[in-house]
């Protein structure tokens, strides 16, 4: 049985209730009749994106529409169990296959069953998270890094993504405690976190370098692959290259282009680490980034206050506010799945030759 969510709260001095509300039934406004939710109306769906945007609908009171997301990716994936990158509608725009979003279904699914207790319809998708899980361990190497993509004729890319990986790292376990709530086990899958989680940790260098993206930045800490002082020191080591102070975090270092879905990611990585203080500042100046209609603009340029892309709005960007707002107030029993020591932590399993073993 489906537990309704309540009405999120709202974060004082921040965004109301009723706020969220607004920017909640947007977003709900811009899923289309097959269960994608695009980027903006008429704009392509990535399955990434898709499953933040159904993560947020399902902690604003919108279990149905998050529902019909997940079921669209239930008919939407392929044999092998990924699904292509890029759609518009019922066409594909970007056949390309990338590891990190086939595997963001676990992460999606999990934090609906925290959040609504519904059994039966995660039950329902099991098979839809094995297929998928499946298909992003077959490109796993023997570091443990994970290729990030296969080209649209097939063929894989040599080299992994740290993002990415860090990413598929959370969603592993996610999907094996979404088994474990199915009283199903998964070993395999939990080496493979084990694996992966230690060279993201412990080996940037295996990864190609993307150093100039906040992400690259944020996402060891966001997953959970680094803890504790690693995670605190990194976290201090980037802050003055990626955060614009009183503005937000920008998607790229090298540009003064503050993006609000970076800067929400930002917020719940502190609120994770239990750096509560420093979220809220943080979260308090995406409020330059929110329209009237509930929508934000995703990304403003400075020092000439401009939006970029210009005047677009984005779902993933609604839908990270939306997740960020959860995770400060507490509102949904889902608001806590990025904190650390949510997830159990898989075993640290370095590669064979590892120095740190030596």
Known sequence: MTVSTNQLAGVPGIVSADELAVSAAYLANLQTSNGQIPWFEGGHCDPWNHVEAAMALTVSGHEAGARAAYRWLESAQLGNGAWFNYYRSERVQDARLDTNVCAYLATGLYHYLLATDDVDFVAAMWPVVERAIEFVLRWQMADGTIRWSLDSVGRPESYALLTGSSSIFHSLRCAVALGERLDVTR??????????????????GAFAPKNEFAMDWYYPMFSGALVGELAEQRMMDGWERHVMDGYGVRCVSTNDWVTAAETAEFVLTLDAMGLTSRALDLFAV??????????YWTGIAYPEKVTFPDRETTSYTVAAIILAADALTSSSAASGLFRHGVLDRPLDLP?????LTR
């Open 286 to 295: 995406t409020t330059r980034h929110r329209r009237d209609d509930g929508a």
């Open 351 to 355: 590669e064979r030759d590892c120095p």
């Open 187 to 204: 070993p395999s899958w939990e080496l493979a976190s084990g694996q992966l989680g230690h060279v993201v940790a412990h080996h940037p």
